[in-house]
């Protein structure tokens, strides 16, 4: 008795000054572009804080636990603005952090991912969705925390062939982007066995309807340019670049349901959620900062409580422990979305449920019922590995 109470005191002064040493500094970096962009919507104007809120609630939630890990995590923010040297910047960022949050375009990240990778630096994709990025352009040293467009109309197409809306009619914008969804969404009609009736290109003529007269041309365009289609079941929107999507439900020659960039649309993540525990996070994001919670905030809260769960369970703030762990077998990190979250160990995407929601509700979760997979049901949304052509450098 009396060695284990000696025990236990030795055992008990030995915690007490791990708790009273200095704690180990993690630093994390948040990259991103200055200003923000508009939206068709008043409603959805993003706020400039947008991304970066959510690194800062998950780095209380990060010291919250690292009181007790002896560790003590940072955030250090940096904008670029137009003309500014973006690997500069990120070079400066990386003189203090080992981690980055990346809000960036794709070419603008692949710069920034090549010019830290002798540093060693991690950086955490939380905002571009480009495929490519996991694909031949992919990097050792940056983790996707953002989903690919194929992960996002994977999870569109899985509800609307659940729902047998099989016959797609397809909208395209006239920008790069929405054609790059355009290419998602056609995969994803093959894939999982939909029809595309029909395409139709909408072309960016500039000018602005937010004008008195522009409710009255809005309900004069969107029903002529729908009229004469084949029949379908539903309208698919790729309109990444906000520029008629929103216009399209209620407005279509035939009474039909539109998704995609409007109507029921896909996302990571959004106000609305109210399962798995989510609404105390909504609620706890909403104190901070007097709005909702984004998808891209998700993403950059996703990103650094990822790196707060590996530097706990390594308990290391080394970047290339933390970097094996994470890309181990052992890593998964809860997020709200009914499931634990892993890595794709081929191209470094994190595993995820998509959000089907029209703006109001979440109307449903992918992967759908009955999609099945022999490793993780996840693995359904987006490029699977036998498909992938990530050569990790």
């Given at each position: 008795?009396?060695?284990?109470?000696?025990?236990?005191?030795?055992?008990?002064?030995?915690?007490?000054?791990?708790?009273?040493?200095?704690?180990?500094?993690?630093?994390?970096?948040?990259?991103?572009?200055?200003?923000?962009?508009?939206?068709?919507?008043?409603?959805?104007?993003?706020?400039?804080?947008?991304?970066?809120?959510?690194?800062?609630?998950?780095?209380?939630?990060?010291?919250?636990?690292?009181?007790?890990?002896?560790?003590?995590?940072?955030?250090?923010?940096?904008r670029i603005r137009e003309g500014e040297d973006a690997v500069q910047a990120a070079t400066a960022l990386?003189?203090?952090?080992?981690?980055?949050?990346?809000?960036?375009?794709?070419?603008?990240?692949?710069?920034?991912?090549?010019?830290?990778?002798?540093?060693?630096?991690?950086?955490?994709?939380?905002?571009?969705?480009?495929?490519?990025?996991?694909?031949?352009?992919?990097?050792?040293?940056?983790?996707?925390?953002?989903?690919?467009?194929?992960?996002?109309?994977?999870?569109?197409?899985?509800?609307?062939?659940?729902?047998?809306?099989?016959?797609?009619?397809?909208?395209?914008?006239?920008?790069?982007?929405?054609?790059?969804?355009?290419?998602?969404?056609?995969?994803?009609?093959?894939?999982?066995?939909?029809?595309?009736?029909?395409?139709?290109?909408?072309?960016?003529?500039?000018?602005?309807?937010?004008?008195?007269?522009?409710?009255?041309?809005?309900?004069?365009?969107?029903?002529?340019?729908?009229?004469?289609?084949?029949?379908?079941?539903?309208?698919?929107?790729?309109?990444?670049?906000?520029?008629?999507?929103?216009?399209?439900?209620?407005?279509?020659?035939?009474?039909?349901?539109?998704?995609?960039?409007?109507?029921?649309?896909?996302?990571?993540?959004?106000?609305?959620?109210?399962?798995?525990?989510?609404?105390?996070?909504?609620?706890?994001?909403?104190?901070?900062?007097s709005r909702r919670m984004t998808a891209l905030d998700m993403q950059a809260w996703t990103a650094v409580?990822?790196?707060?769960?590996?530097?706990?369970?390594?308990?290391?703030?080394?970047?290339?422990?933390?970097?094996?762990?994470?890309?181990?077998?052992?890593?998964?990190?809860?997020?709200?979305?009914?499931?634990?979250?892993?890595?794709?160990?081929?191209?470094?995407?994190?595993?995820?449920?998509?959000?089907?929601?029209?703006?109001?509700?979440?109307?449903?979760?992918?992967?759908?019922?009955?999609?099945?997979?022999?490793?993780?049901?996840?693995?359904?949304?987006?490029?699977?590995?036998?498909?992938?052509?990530?050569?990790?450098?």
């Amino acid at each position: 008795m009396i060695r284990w109470l000696v025990g236990l005191i030795g055992w008990s002064l030995a915690a007490t000054s791990a708790l009273a040493a200095d704690p180990v500094s993690i630093g994390v970096g948040y990259l991103g572009i200055a200003g923000t962009r508009s939206t068709l919507s008043l409603l959805e104007q993003p706020a400039e804080n947008d991304g970066v809120a959510g690194a800062r609630l998950a780095i209380e939630d990060n010291n919250t636990t690292g009181k007790f890990t002896g560790q003590r995590f940072t955030l250090e923010e940096r904008r670029i603005r137009e003309g500014e040297d973006a690997v500069q910047a990120a070079t400066a960022l990386a003189e203090q952090n080992g981690f980055i949050i990346a809000d960036l375009p794709a070419d603008v990240l692949l710069k920034v991912a090549d010019a830290l990778r002798d540093r060693g630096t991690l950086l955490f994709n939380a905002g571009a969705i480009d495929e490519r990025l996991r694909e031949a352009d992919c990097r050792a040293n940056v983790i996707h925390t953002a989903p690919t467009r194929a992960m996002l109309a994977d999870a569109l197409g899985q509800y609307l062939v659940w729902k047998k809306w099989s016959r797609w009619l397809l909208v395209v914008g006239s920008h790069d982007e929405d054609k790059l969804f355009a290419d998602a969404l056609r995969r994803t009609a093959t894939r999982f066995g939909a029809k595309i009736v029909q395409e139709r290109t909408f072309e960016d003529k500039g000018g602005a309807r937010r004008t008195d007269s522009g409710v009255t041309q809005i309900q004069r365009q969107m029903p002529v340019f729908t009229q004469a289609a084949p029949a379908y079941d539903v309208l698919v929107a790729a309109d990444e670049s906000e520029v008629f999507a929103a216009y399209l439900p209620y407005r279509t020659w035939d009474p039909r349901p539109v998704a995609g960039s409007a109507g029921l649309v896909p996302r990571s993540w959004d106000a609305s959620q109210d399962q798995w525990g989510a609404i105390q996070m909504q609620n706890r994001f909403i104190k901070l900062n007097s709005r909702r919670m984004t998808a891209l905030d998700m993403q950059a809260w996703t990103a650094v409580r990822m790196i707060g769960e590996a530097t706990s369970r390594t308990n290391s703030g080394d970047v290339r422990k933390v970097t094996d762990f994470i890309r181990g077998p052992d890593f998964s990190v809860a997020a709200f979305k009914g499931t634990r979250l892993t890595l794709r160990d081929w191209n470094l995407q994190l595993r995820q449920p998509i959000l089907l929601v029209d703006g109001r509700m979440v109307v449903s979760v992918s992967p759908q019922e009955g999609f099945l997979h022999q490793v993780s049901e996840l693995d359904t949304l987006g490029y699977d590995r036998p498909e992938s052509k990530c050569k990790l450098k």
